[in-house]
């Protein structure tokens, strides 16, 4: 069945260190994925999507993922995380269905606390 | 910008109770869905909606029903709400057609069932 796993539930960063969230999808043909950010009290936040060509793609507020076939992986990355990125972030992956954009799978999430 | 709104944000239900949940959406996307968000568990998808009238059960649909009567409005319906329904619930909207539109939500509504 198609799935996301996000293997960490839970990272600390300092502020001005890199991140790295991690991504791995289950699917057999090229997918549509996506990066969704959630703050405190917020809705869902479209960071970057991925659905082909380039495979590393730009997002907002500084955020890149990598799409890596081979490794069926769309990690997320920042270079120098802000106070202001503490949130939760959700990877997920779109399953088709003809004719009618298919539904979106999400992984469990990543909770991302900052350190002053 | 695309709009979408969830009537309450904070609802608390007894046990038995039927709950509605309302979303409306302001750009006329044919697409909709309901999931939930439970820690540790993320995001699932109780029931989708491709158009007025139609619905789609997700990965949960147990315990839950939707209604679509009108493009803009999707409802989800706990029959008799039971304690394991306390959750987050999230609706979000997209335009039909291909499946990188991206999909739009509400600020959630999180309902408490006692």
């Known amino acids: 069945a198609q799935s996301v796993t996000q293997p960490d539930i839970h990272i600390t960063v300092s502020e001005g260190a890199s991140l790295e969230l991690r991504c791995n999808y289950s699917?057999?043909?090229?997918?549509?994925l996506f990066w969704y950010v959630q703050s405190p009290g917020q809705g869902l936040q479209l960071l970057l999507k991925?659905?082909?060509?380039?495979?590393l793609v730009q997002g907002i507020k500084g955020f890149e993922a990598e799409f890596k076939r081979s490794q069926s992986s769309f990690n997320l990355r920042k270079p120098s995380v802000h106070w202001s990125d503490a949130a939760e972030y959700f990877c997920?992956?779109?399953?088709?269905?003809?004719?009618?954009?298919?539904?979106?799978?999400f992984g469990q999430g990543t909770e991302l606390s900052v350190k002053p | 910008d695309v709009k979408v709104t969830q009537s309450s944000r904070y609802l608390v239900k007894r046990t038995g109770e039927k709950v509605f949940l309302e979303c409306v959406q302001d750009?006329?996307?044919?697409?909709m869905f309901w999931y939930r968000q439970d820690p540790g568990l993320g995001l699932r998808l109780i029931y989708f909606?491709?158009?007025?009238?139609?619905?789609e059960k997700g990965d949960i649909p147990e315990g839950y029903s939707v209604s679509r009567e009108k493009k803009e409005r999707f409802s989800l319906i706990l029959e008799s709400a039971s304690t394991n329904q306390t959750s987050m619930y999230l609706c979000?909207?997209?335009?039909?057609?291909?499946?990188?539109?991206?999909?739009?939500f509400g600020a959630g509504s999180r309902l408490t069932v006692l």
């Open positions: 909606s491709y158009d007025v009238k139609m619905k």
């Open positions: 997920a992956v779109v399953i088709p269905i003809y004719n009618q954009g298919g539904k979106l799978i």
């Open positions: 699917y057999g043909a090229t997918p549509y």
């Open positions: 991925y659905f082909s060509g380039d495979t």
């Open positions: 750009m006329d996307h044919e697409n």
């Open positions: 979000a909207s997209r335009k039909q057609g291909s499946g990188a539109n991206v999909l739009t």
